[in-house]
């Protein structure tokens, strides 16, 4: 089996409460998505979503995925793509970093491999190791009583764990966090997210006015060594985020115990094959994973409900179903959230199958010579 074509797609993916806002007054109302068609010379065709979170969150951009697959797509084109390491190496040895950008290439390949073996890729991720995988529901910034309220409707859902977005005023993330908090049942998990807002010394100031909640703080500061500072000042369990973009990274943190869990992105990290394997060496180190990825549709959904079906429920902290945030449905067959839990689909691949008249005809198609 050979790669014989590439086909993207572009997809505006508006979401259904209007606006996402977080720290330093990034805000999105529309979501550009990038979805990759692999076809093969036996006919088997696999598919990917890549959906940057905006452009100032990590060094990611809609159009950079895009402009990456151009730059690779004759270096892939006639490769095996079931030999996923050779696919990485290829895409490694023709570009230098831009992880995000050979994500969406490696997940179709991944589909493919599933499709080619008749195995949902859950299975060859590891297994099903989790009957279903519980979510989490991030809180856009707004004022502290409208994200108190907000919560206490997406608790009703079903969702038992919460990202909180603050980063922002520390006088008013504080009373963000004590608000949502009380707004909460005991049992229900509550993340207070910076992504990376505070400084230094704002960091260390609301850390230390919550420290008697039941909160779990995540990624305060913008470098891995300002938040290794403040997780040497509090008690609270730390999550990062951001900053672990890769093995090397992680190795670090696991070193400096660094924090308690980690967000694993599948496209910051480049795709499934590194996912799986920064998953695999967080568990044998008992670090905690919320699995998810930048954002995205119902593909992109699927990926993660793969990831996350085959990770331990001790070790998957949480995870995501983006496409329950937005307005359009991109394929048929994702997973869907009931009761703030969602399942991977049982079918070979991602098991899910584009909406090809919702993409319409491809922004740019790549061939074998």
Known sequence: MEISQINVFQVDLPLKEGCYNWSNGNSIEVFDSTIVEISTDTGLKGYAECCPLGSAYLPSFARGVRSGI????????????????????????????HPYAKAPIDIACWDLLGKATGLPVYTLLGGAVQQEIALYRAISQETPGIMARKIKGYAAEGYTKFQLKVGGDANEDIERIVKTRAALKHSDLLVADANTGWSLHEAARVAAAVEGLDVYLEQPCKTYEECLSIRHRTNLPF??????????????????????????????????????LIRDICISHGIAMTIEDTWGGDITTAAIAHLAYSTPSEFCFSATDFNSYGTVKLADGAPQRINGRMIAPNRPGLGVTPNLNLLGNPIASYRLA
């Open 239 to 276: 999550i990062l985020d951001e900053v672990i973009d890769d093995v090397n990274t992680l190795t670090r943190a696991i070193s400096d115990r660094a924090m308690d869990v980690i967000n694993l992105k599948i496209s910051k990290v480049g795709g499934l094959t590194q996912a799986k």
């Open 70 to 97: 151009e730059e690779l797509s004759s270096h892939v084109m006639g490769q095996d793509p079931l030999n996923l390491n050779k696919i990485n190496r290829v895409m490694n040895a023709a570009l230098k970093g």
